[in-house]
C-alpha cells in the first residue's frame, strides 16, 4: 500500500544509453513532480503535472522527458544518458493545487539512485 | 523569488543534548515552510510544515520550529537528542503560488555522538 513509488530503486547503464524510470501514486493525488538530488544532496525540481498538463518545467536538458498518461502516473525517460546525469531522482506527489484552501505538502517516493559509467 | 539558507551544513551533538539547525528563508509572498529529513539511502520524510497559522509548529518524533518573520527564520529544534535522529535534514519554502513549487535548502547532517 506504498503510497508514491518509484521503479526501478537503482539504475546502472552505460552512457549513451536511453532509460526510463516510472512512478505511481496511489493517494488520489492530481499533481506530481519529479526532483533531482545531485551527489552534494541539493534537491531541485525539474518537472511539475496537474492532471497530465505540464505546468513546471525547469531548465532541463531536452534529453530528460516526462510523460503522464494518467494523474496517478508520471514517468521520466532520460535519452543519451551522460555522466553528469548520475543522481538520486525523485518523484512526488500532492493535492489538487487549485483547491481552495491551498492544500500543502508533498509525499515523496523512495527514490531512484541512477548511475551513469 | 523564494529561497532557503541552511546555515550549517553538517551539526553534531551527543545524545540527549538539545538539537538546533539554523534555517533562514527569503520570500516574496506569505511563505509556507517545511523541514524534511532523509535518512541514509532513504526517502524524504515531512517533519513539520508551517502554513500562516500558529507560528509555534510541532511534528513528528518530537521535532519543532519556530517561524519568526521578523527574523525571516524557521530554526528546528528538538530537547533531546536520540541516535535515531541522525540524518540529513532540509529546511524548505514554497510561496504558494502558482504551481507550488518548492525550493530546499542545501541540507545540514546531524550526527549523534553516544
Known amino acids: 500500500d506504498t503510497a508514491v513509488s518509484q521503479t526501478p530503486k537503482y539504475l546502472v547503464t552505460q552512457m549513451g544509453n536511453d532509460k526510463s524510470i516510472k512512478c505511481e501514486q496511489n493517494?488520489?493525488?492530481?499533481?506530481m513532480y519529479w526532483y533531482k538530488q545531485d551527489s552534494k544532496k541539493f534537491l531541485k525540481i525539474m518537472f511539475s503535472y496537474n492532471n497530465k498538463e505540464l505546468i513546471i518545467n525547469e531548465t532541463v536538458p531536452n534529453r530528460f522527458s516526462p510523460k503522464s498518461p494518467d494523474k496517478a502516473h508520471l514517468n521520466l525517460h532520460i535519452n543519451s544518458l551522460e555522466l553528469g546525469d548520475s543522481a538520486v531522482y525523485f518523484c512526488?506527489?500532492?493535492?489538487?493545487?487549485?483547491?481552495?484552501?491551498?492544500?500543502?505538502?508533498?509525499?515523496f517516493g523512495s527514490g531512484t539512485r541512477l548511475t551513469v559509467v | 523569488a523564494q529561497s532557503v539558507t541552511q546555515l550549517d551544513s553538517h551539526v553534531s551533538v551527543s545524545e540527549g543534548t538539545p538539537v538546533l539547525l539554523r534555517c533562514n528563508y527569503s520570500s516574496s509572498y506569505s511563505p509556507s515552510l517545511f523541514w524534511y529529513v532523509q535518512h541514509p539511502n532513504k526517502g524524504l520524510q515531512l517533519l513539520l510544515k508551517?502554513?500562516?497559522?500558529?507560528?509555534l509548529v510541532k511534528g513528528i518524533n518530537g521535532f519543532e520550529a519556530e517561524f519568526k518573520k521578523s527574523e525571516t527564520s524557521f530554526h528546528l529544534t528538538k530537547p533531546s537528542a536520540h541516535m535515531s535522529d541522525a540524518a540529513e535534514y532540509f529546511c524548505?519554502?514554497?510561496?504558494?503560488?502558482?504551481?507550488?513549487?518548492?525550493?530546499f535548502g542545501q541540507g545540514t547532517r546531524l550526527t549523534i555522538n553516544p
Open positions: 512526488a506527489s500532492s493535492q489538487d493545487l487549485y483547491r481552495r484552501p491551498r492544500p500543502l505538502g508533498y509525499t
Open positions: 493517494l488520489g493525488h492530481d499533481t
Open positions: 508551517y502554513t500562516s497559522a500558529a507560528t
Open positions: 524548505v519554502v514554497s510561496d504558494g503560488q502558482g504551481a507550488q513549487k518548492l525550493v
